[in-house]
C-alpha cells in the first residue's frame, strides 16, 4: 500500500499569498497518478490538478508538480476562495490511497 | 448536466447491512470507472472501493474487504454498494465519485450506532 503524507497540517497565510503544499508517498510512482481535490466543509470534494493538468475550471493560479515520492501543489496568490482543505491522492495502485490533508486557514 | 445523486444512507444498528445506490446521469456510465469514497465526522477522506465501466475490475480497501461488496447496472445508469457487518467505525459520509475523481455525488450519510 502507498501512504501518502501531506505537509503542513495547517498553512496559514494571507490573501495574495504563495501556498506551496507538499505530498509525499511511502514508494514511487508515475505523477500521472497524482491527484489534488479541495475540500470546503459542508461540500463534496473538487478535483483540482490530475497528473500535471489542471482540471476544467480550475484557474491558473493552482499548478501541481513533482515526481517519484514528492509532489506539490501551489497556489500562487490565495484568493479568499481557496482557504480550504486540500488532498492529493494516488490513483496508480489499489488501494487508492488519500493523503490525510492540508488545511490552508486565514492568517 | 452531469450529475451523481447518492441514496440508501440511514442509521443502522451494529451488524447491519445497507445499501447504497448512486444515480449517474448527463453522461456515458459505462464508460466509465467508479469509486465509493467515505469521510468520517471530522476527519479526512478515505477510498473505499473501485469498479471499472465494464464491472471486470473491482478494488476494495482492506477496511472492508469482505463486508463490502461494490456493483453496477450499466442499463440502470446506476452504481451500488452493498454493505454488511456494518461496524461503528463505518460511520461516514458515502460519496461515489466518477473515474479521476471529476465528478462527485453530494453524500449520502450511514450512521451505525445501537
Known amino acids: 500500500e502507498i501512504v501518502l503524507t501531506q505537509s503542513p497540517g495547517t498553512l496559514s497565510l494571507s490573501p495574495g499569498e504563495r501556498a506551496t503544499l507538499s505530498c509525499r508517498a511511502s514508494?514511487?510512482?508515475?505523477?500521472?497518478?497524482l491527484t489534488w481535490y479541495q475540500q470546503k466543509p459542508g461540500q463534496a470534494p473538487r478535483l483540482l490538478i490530475y497528473?500535471?493538468s489542471r482540471a476544467t475550471g480550475i484557474p491558473d493560479r493552482f499548478s501541481g508538480s513533482g515526481s517519484g515520492t514528492d509532489f506539490t501543489l501551489t497556489i500562487s496568490r490565495l484568493e479568499p476562495e481557496d482557504f480550504a482543505v486540500y488532498y492529493c491522492?494516488?490513483?496508480?495502485?489499489?488501494?487508492?490511497?488519500f493523503g490525510p490533508g492540508t488545511k490552508v486557514d486565514i492568517k | 448536466e452531469v450529475q451523481l445523486v447518492e441514496s440508501g444512507g440511514g442509521l443502522v444498528q451494529p451488524g447491519g447491512s445497507l445499501r447504497l445506490s448512486c444515480a449517474a446521469s448527463?453522461?456515458?456510465?459505462?464508460?466509465?470507472?467508479m469509486n465509493w469514497v467515505r469521510q468520517a465526522p471530522g476527519k479526512g477522506l478515505e477510498w473505499v472501493s473501485y469498479?471499472?465501466?465494464?464491472?471486470?475490475?473491482?478494488y476494495y480497501a482492506d477496511s472492508v474487504k469482505g463486508r463490502f461488496t461494490i456493483s453496477r447496472d450499466n442499463a440502470k445508469n446506476s452504481l451500488y454498494l452493498q454493505m454488511i457487518s456494518l461496524r461503528a467505525e463505518d460511520t461516514a459520509v458515502y460519496y461515489c465519485?466518477?473515474?479521476?475523481?471529476?465528478?462527485w455525488g453530494q453524500g449520502t450519510t450511514v450512521t451505525v450506532s445501537s
Open positions: 465519485a466518477r473515474g479521476r475523481g471529476g465528478v
Open positions: 448527463g453522461f456515458t456510465f459505462s464508460s466509465y470507472d
Open positions: 469498479i471499472s465501466g465494464s464491472a471486470s475490475t473491482i
Open positions: 514508494q514511487s510512482f508515475s505523477s500521472s497518478y
Open positions: 497528473g500535471a
Open positions: 491522492q494516488q490513483y496508480g495502485s489499489s488501494p487508492f490511497t
